[in-house]
């Protein structure tokens, strides 16, 4: 018998319960009290009680219905690249977004390689700063170096041996060293929109349904990328998913009165520090205090702080998407993420858990 079986029995024994011990108490009043009326009085009254009663039951049932079982009915958490360490806490955590509904709900999600593809048919799909290292708008010298760095510096970032206080002072290191070149390139902003077109970056299947089912009930989007802000945004304008929920915070250029790259605007945000990012960003959070409920999505152990900028989380719904290092890496994921996909290119399980709450 499943758990939907049994809440269903409990309520419909919880509601006897309350009509046994309203024939109780009935009877103990129809034989002290004399008159007729008072007999019609009580009647009534255990009529009241036992119609109160099985409303009452009627509405834990369905209360505990609201609360989907995820392998009954939730197909899509029977694929093979769904890995969830703990499912009946995740099972809760989703009921709890359930009841929330809309009001309650906001998102948090990281870019690269988590909205975007990873690859597509065996191939690697570029991130934001790929986009640019691939284009004809760097010199071949440039590309090279650009190339050596990612080389040197994406073993670091995904190193299971190494801890995220040993990763971050050579992010910012690659960080620094890659916008150094792209500054000397002296890269144009109306050619982005080129270089966009021109590139291969995917987002992942369903990116569609995602993006237009959050914008049709105005729930906020709050998209925190340590790619490049400008290329990123123009790569959701193009996919026509820029609704007016999102908001983007990454590393954004900053240009001269001729539209030529001087610069990059703020601090730095790297894949390790979106702890710091996360505070600095309390008052787009503030102004969500209502917003209590969060589905956050990433694609590496730095993602998890991305929330930590909300002050009054009620329910966090954590999913990761692993894509490198799979056997190395599967088992921390799993420990610091409610749900962990493996190689998976599609939105497919977000979206079915907006589809229950939305």
Request: with cysteine; aromatic share 8%; charged share 25%.
């Amino acid at each position: 018998m499943d758990r939907t079986a049994v809440a269903k029995m409990g309520a419909v024994a919880s509601a006897s319960v309350c009509v046994l011990v309203g024939g109780v108490v009935l009877a103990q009043y129809i034989f002290t009290m004399k008159k007729k009326t008072a007999c019609m009085q009580a009647l009534r009254l255990w009529t009241l009680l036992a119609t109160y009663a099985v409303a009452v039951g009627q509405n834990q049932g369905q209360k505990n219905q609201e609360c989907p079982k995820l392998n009954a009915q939730m197909p899509e958490f029977q694929k093979k690249t769904v890995h969830i360490k703990d499912p009946g806490r995740v099972e809760e955590i989703i009921c709890g977004l359930i009841k929330g509904g809309a009001a309650k709900l906001q998102i948090i999600t990281d870019f690269d390689m988590t909205l975007s593809r990873f690859s597509y048919n065996g191939k690697r799909c570029p991130t934001c700063h790929n986009i640019i290292d691939n284009s004809k708008l760097i010199t071949e010298e440039c590309r090279k170096k650009l190339l050596q760095l990612k080389e040197t510096y994406y073993a670091i970032e995904i190193d299971p041996a190494l801890t995220i206080e040993e990763k971050y002072p050579y992010m910012v290191e690659w960080y620094n060293k890659s916008h150094a070149l792209l500054i000397e390139q002296g890269l144009q902003k109306d050619k982005f929109a080129e270089i966009v077109r021109e590139s291969d970056v995917m987002l992942k299947e369903g990116y569609e349904n995602f993006f237009d089912k959050l914008s049709e009930h105005n729930i906020p989007v709050f998209i925190f990328s340590a790619g490049i802000g400008d290329i990123l945004e123009e790569v959701i304008h193009q996919a026509g998913v820029y609704h007016s929920n999102v908001k983007v915070v990454s590393n954004f250029m900053d240009f001269d009165e001729h539209g030529i790259l001087k610069g990059f605007k703020g601090e730095l945000i790297h894949v390790y520090n979106k702890h710091d990012g996360a505070l600095k960003n309390t008052e787009y959070f503030k102004q969500l205090k209502d917003n209590s409920n969060i589905i956050l999505l990433g694609d590496s152990q730095g993602d998890l702080s991305m929330a930590d900028g909300v002050a009054n989380v009620e329910h966090i719904l954590k999913i990761g998407y692993l894509n490198d290092k799979v056997d190395e890496l599967l088992e921390k994921y799993m420990d610091s993420y409610d749900i962990v996909l493996v190689k998976d290119e599609s939105l497919e399980v977000a979206n079915s858990i907006l589809q229950k709450i939305l």
